[in-house]
Structure formats: structure tokens, C-alpha cells
């Protein structure tokens, strides 16, 4: 059974009194523990897929399933709720809390959302910490962590409370190519020892040989879909 | 709570000067109302405790009538023997009186034997009145701390006035109910510095002496002064010997008698409702201060903070979440100003006092200031402080509680 269902998805948004069609009829399926990237220019509706994915906003048409539940439908507090518990964001520029330390960025989706105890909490962190190998830099603030390590940091943070699926939208944009390289490896390395789903839109063309669904995005349409093997 | 609240902490200490100039502000405010409250609260307390308990008691019973023309010092208008000694055993029976003390008030004319002027007399028991106005004794400022019976405690201005000593002889001629006149020979036993209030420049004699100068053939009072053991209940015992006195003297739907505190009676009581008032504007003014400064840190803080908002909402933050983070920031805001505040404002009323500022009141020179705040009064003031600090972050912290995530990460 499929984890991400998109049917018929139109969005527009409205521009003064102009209508600007950003997504027009998209329909696709994503396996659970999938590795998929949505590629295209900028303005092609990536983000604003990624957006109704993760609950974040809801579609103008058609119906958009995670896990089995039409986020369209959800509510401020529902939707709080749903993507705490089944979602994990990475986001372009990071988004660490500043006033937090990596460790308590880390854990603060399971303090704030999940309300984990505290000896689970310490476990689950201690073990992400090491896995996206930044265990020697759990006490400092995001002002003292280069850009890959923030984006690490992140990554740690959009897994650490076990989502269904996590969203990164343009992951590696603010980063040099290296370690863009680096924490796409690290992305799909989480994938393979936790099977959660990755989802990722980027611009950059050379990433795309690193996914194994790639779903080419142009003026609101899905033009094409890849299997890595393909 | 106390992660959100660590996190309320930190958010603060980040903006550092935002912070600390808000908190500052605050804590003028906190100092600035604590000063007013001490200063006017122990001025209103020694000028209420200076005329009552030097001249007026706390209370006082008259025939009714009598207040409206006490300037007049009638004579038509005294409680009569019997029913004096009834209203005194009930005053004797009841626990929270201190003591009373009955006066026949008179007017007459004081004489030097060279010349005369007049003179408002007041005839007392004096171990019942040194006891129902106990700084009765400090206003002697020359003489006997007691009248003895053919002596006479003359006011500082009619001392002076007609060249008269202690030791020395006078003559007191007063008119009697009946119209005719009678005079008295009285010794100085001591001069009484004036107070400013109604009695403040009266003369004293015993009661007894009062009574055979007025032709008396039974003991007559213009009124009874009573002090209570506790001020802080002079309303609910004022009730408490209004109802009593009904009880006893009401007879055909007619009370034949006035009863009335200090408040009734003193011109002071509205300066002191003045001083109120002034006080509830200051605290209106520190309300004023504390909501705005709040309320223009929490805006800046949320308007700054937008995309972080967004972050954590998308993560799934519960809105209730949030909202609480910002009025946590702004709860410690208000915590911080007034706990500072009134360390300073504690600091600055014990400076005050070790300098010893003394001050004039009418005629009574060199007062002393002590002023200082009742804790009652700081919690009431820190606890308005922080409520309003509350309600100022209040709008903040519910617009970002209800901001979308997507419009909230959109921001730049």
C-alpha cells in the first residue's frame, strides 16, 4: 500500500485578483521507504507539492493521502498533530531553534510534540547524534555549527521522533556541492537503517542520479517519473 | 512547563538589550510607585495617627445635632448624666476599646487679670483622656504631663498671646445653660503645642472643674472620645457600637445620637482620600508603562521571530504550545521588573529613612519620615506588574499561535 497518494491535485494561489495555477492535475503514488525527489525550475510547484504533503497547506482540487489520512481535511490543531507524529522537515536554511544547542534542537520535536520521558529521549538523541556523526557537537548553538553540520543537525531532527515520511525542500541548496553529496549520502543512509521516507525537491540536476524515484516537475505538471534502475 | 520555560529564558537573554531596557523600565516604574506608596501611605498614616490620637480618638459620640454646631460649643446639646453612664458601660463592656473619654466642651472667656480673650475649653477625666489620646502628653511642651483639679493646660498661641506662664494664675468666665455667667480661678500647669484639625487649639481642665465653672447640677457631656485596641477595625466596630447604641437609645423611630469615626469629623480624611486617589493614578500610570513596554517587546519578538514560528509549527508544536512560549516570555519579563524594582525600591526607602527627612504638617514643625511599604502592598503592586505583563503578551503570543506555518516560513 502506498504511503503518499496524490489524486488530481490542483493548487492555485491568488495574486491580487489573478489566479496563478501552481499545481495543475498532479496524481502519484509513493511507496513507504522510498528515496524520491521532485526536480525542477523554481516556480514548477515543488514546493508547494512538498507543502500539501506535509500538511502544511491544502489543495485547491483532488485529494491528497498520508498514511492513510486526507491531510487536506485536517485542521490547525489536527494537522499540529498529524505532522508530529507521522512528518519530519528539513528545510533549505535549516531552521534550527538559535537559542538551542544541537542535542536540544534534536530533542525538542520529542519534547514539545511527543512529550517522550526523558530517559528515551536521551537514548533516542545520543543515537542520532552519532548516526548523522555530530556526537561532539551536541552542546553547541546553530551560530557555532558550519552549514553541513547544521543540515545534519536537521536531518537528526526530522527523524528523531520515527515520521512515516520526512520532507526536505531544497535540502542542499545552501550548501557547497561536496557536502551536498554528503548529506544526500546521509539522507539515504537513514533510509536504509530506519525505512522511513525521504522526499526531497531539488534544482540540481547532478542530485538527481542519487534517487531512486525521480518525479520531473514543469509549470504545475508531472511531465515524468523515474525508477532509479530505469 | 519548565522546558518551555527555559526556552521563554533564553529567547530573552538573546536580545539581551531589548531585554534588559524593558526590565529596566519596569523596574523604574516598580521604584517609582513603591516610593509614592511609602512616602504618601506613612505620611497619610502619621497625620491620621497624629490627629487621632493626639486630640480626636477614633471615634466619637455626640448628641445628634451637635457636630453641626461644635463651633458653636453648645451647651443645649449634651448627653445627659444617665444617659452617659449607660453609654459608658458599654463602652467599658466591649474588648476592642482601648479607652474612652467623656469631654464637656465649652467656650469662655480667659483672663490674665491685665486682659481677656477667648478660649475653647475642653473638661476632662485626664488618666481617661492621656489614655484615649495618647500623644496628648507629648504636645505639653512646657509644665505638668496632668491637670490636676484648679489647673489649667493652656494652647502655645494663647500662652504666648497674653504673656502667660506656667505657675501662673488665670480666670476662665464662661455662660452657663441658663444664661448667667460664672468665673473660675484656674493655675497654668502646662502649655499645649498646637495641632492643625478641629481641637487642635484648645485648652484643657478636669471635668469636674468643667462642671462647677458651668453650674452643672449633674455632670453633662458634649461628647465621648473612644480609641479602639485596633485601628485596622475601626469599621467594623464603629458598626458594631452604632448597633448597640440603637439598641439602647432609639425609641420611637428617633436615634437621639451622632456617631462618627475620624473621618467624619476631620477635614484630613479627604486629603487622605486625595492621596488615594493619587496613589491608584500612579499605579494606573506603572499599568500604563508595564502594558506598553510589554507589549512593544512581545510585538518585536514575534514580528522577529516569524519564521522560527513557522519552523516550529510545521514540526507540529501544538498552538497552545506556542502561545504559551511567548507569554512565558513575557510572565518573566514582569517577574524580572518587579523582583528587581523592588529590591531597588526596598534599597532606596531604607536610604530615605537613614536620612532622616523631617518635614512640616500646620503647625506641628519637624515631623519625621518614616516611610516604608507594607509587604501586602509590594506583593499587590509586583502581582499587577506581572498580570499586566501577561495580558500585554497576550495578543503577541496568540497571533503567533494562529499564524499558518506555510505563510509563517514564506517570511523573509
Known sequence: MSLVVAENITKDYWVGEVVVPALRGVSFAIDPASFVSFIGPSGSGKTTLLNLIGCLDAPTSGRMTVAGMDVGSLDRRQGAAFRGANIGFIFQDFNLLPVLTAYENIEYPLLMVRNVPPEERRRRVTELLEAVGMADQAGKRPDQLSGGQKQRVAIARALVADPKVVLADEPTANLDSRTARTVIELMKTMRDQRRTTFIFSTHDQKLATEVEVLFRLEDGLLQSRRNGEE | ?412
Open chain 2, 1 to 412: 512547563m519548565t522546558d518551555l520555560y527555559k526556552i521563554a529564558l533564553r529567547n530573552l537573554l538573546r536580545y539581551k538589550r531589548r531585554t534588559l531596557l524593558t526590565a529596566s523600565l519596569i523596574t523604574v516604574g516598580v521604584v517609582f510607585v513603591l516610593i509614592f506608596v511609602a512616602v504618601s501611605g506613612s505620611f497619610k498614616a502619621m497625620m491620621i495617627g497624629q490627629i487621632t490620637d493626639s486630640m480626636m480618638g477614633h471615634i466619637q459620640i455626640h448628641k445628634k445635632g451637635y457636630v453641626a454646631s461644635i463651633d458653636n460649643l453648645p451647651l443645649n446639646l449634651n448627653l445627659k448624666s444617665q444617659a452617659f453612664a449607660r453609654m459608658d458601660e458599654i463602652l467599658r463592656n466591649r474588648k476592642d476599646i482601648e479607652a474612652s473619654s467623656p469631654r464637656l466642651k465649652f467656650g469662655g472667656l480667659f483672663s490674665n487679670f491685665a486682659e481677656s480673650t477667648n478660649v475653647r475649653l475642653n473638661g476632662v477625666y485626664p488618666e481617661r483622656e492621656f489614655k484615649t489620646v495618647p500623644l496628648l502628653t507629648s504636645r505639653i511642651i512646657e509644665g505638668k504631663k496632668t491637670i490636676g483639679k484648679g489647673e489649667i493646660l493652656i494652647p502655645a498661641l494663647l500662652a504666648k498671646g497674653m504673656k502667660v506662664k506656667v505657675g501662673d494664675p488665670v480666670v476662665i468666665v464662661a455662660t452657663n445653660q441658663d444664661g448667667s455667667v460664672n468665673g473660675k480661678q484656674f493655675v497654668v500647669a502646662g502649655i499645649l503645642e498646637g495641632v492643625t484639625g478641629p481641637g487642635g487649639r484648645d485648652g484643657y481642665i478636669h471635668i469636674e472643674d468643667a462642671a462647677e465653672l458651668l453650674r452643672m447640677p449633674a455632670l453633662e457631656i458634649s461628647e465621648i472620645a473612644i480609641r479602639l485596641k485596633d485601628f485596622d477595625r475601626l469599621q467594623p466596630v464603629f458598626q458594631e457600637i452604632t448597633k448597640q447604641m440603637e439598641a439602647e437609645f432609639r425609641k420611637d423611630d428617633k436615634f437621639p445620637l451622632e456617631i462618627h469615626t475620624w473621618e467624619g469629623l476631620s477635614p484630613f480624611f479627604n486629603i487622605a482620600r486625595m492621596l488615594d486617589v493619587m496613589t491608584f493614578f500612579i499605579k494606573l500610570m506603572l499599568v500604563a508603562l508595564v502594558l506598553i513596554s510589554v507589549l512593544n517587546v512581545m510585538i518585536m519578538a514575534v514580528y522577529e521571530r516569524i519564521r522560527e514560528i513557522g519552523t516550529m509549527a510545521a514540526i507540529g508544536t501544538p498552538p497552545g504550545k506556542i502561545l504559551s512560549l511567548f507569554m512565558l516570555e513575557g510572565l518573566s519579563l514582569g517577574v524580572l521588573g518587579a523582583l528587581i524594582g523592588g529590591a531597588v525600591g526596598f534599597a532606596l526607602l531604607s536610604v530615605l529613612n537613614l536620612s532622616h527627612i523631617t518635614f512640616d504638617f500646620g503647625l506641628q514643625k519637624g515631623l519625621l519620615l518614616r516611610a516604608s511599604v507594607n509587604p501586602m502592598d509590594f506583593v499587590a503592586i509586583a502581582l499587577i506588574v506581572i498580570l499586566v505583563s501577561v495580558v500585554a503578551s497576550l495578543e503577541p503570543a496568540f497571533k503567533a499561535s494562529r499564524m499558518e506555518p506555510i505563510v509563517a516560513l514564506r517570511h523573509v
